[in-house]
């Protein structure tokens, strides 16, 4: 079982927990595997019955301008989160991807 999220200034010693962020730390285009929701018992209710459920992969595809709310997309639909909310649930960032290359721009 997971204990609590790992503090930021940590990461840095332990590579291995690096990649384990709050959701609301993705970037922009990031995707993310669901490890735990947390939160108050009403709110982490409702996550899961919408379907952010450890296992699931999430990305965050957009956030407001003011940086609050974030939009994500998970099991095929589109997801608005405070991100105090986002805060609230660990994820195992995957590494950005560089955009493809096609072989016609060389």
Not at 19 to 44: C, F, K, M, W, Y
Not at 91 to 96: C, P
């Amino acid at each position: 079982a997971m204990g609590r999220p790992v503090p930021k200034r940590c990461r840095k010693y332990c590579p291995a927990a690096a990649s384990i962020v709050g959701l609301d730390e993705l970037g922009r285009g990031q995707t993310g595997r669901i490890l735990r929701v947390g939160g108050r018992p009403a709110a982490r209710r409702r996550l899961l019955e919408l379907g952010v459920v450890r296992g699931e992969t999430i990305l965050l595809q957009r956030a407001a301008p003011l940086g609050d709310p974030l939009e994500f997309v998970i099991k095929g639909y589109h997801l608005s989160l405070r991100k105090r909310e986002a805060a609230t649930i660990l994820v195992e960032a995957e590494a950005l991807e560089a955009p493809a290359r096609s072989a016609d721009a060389a």
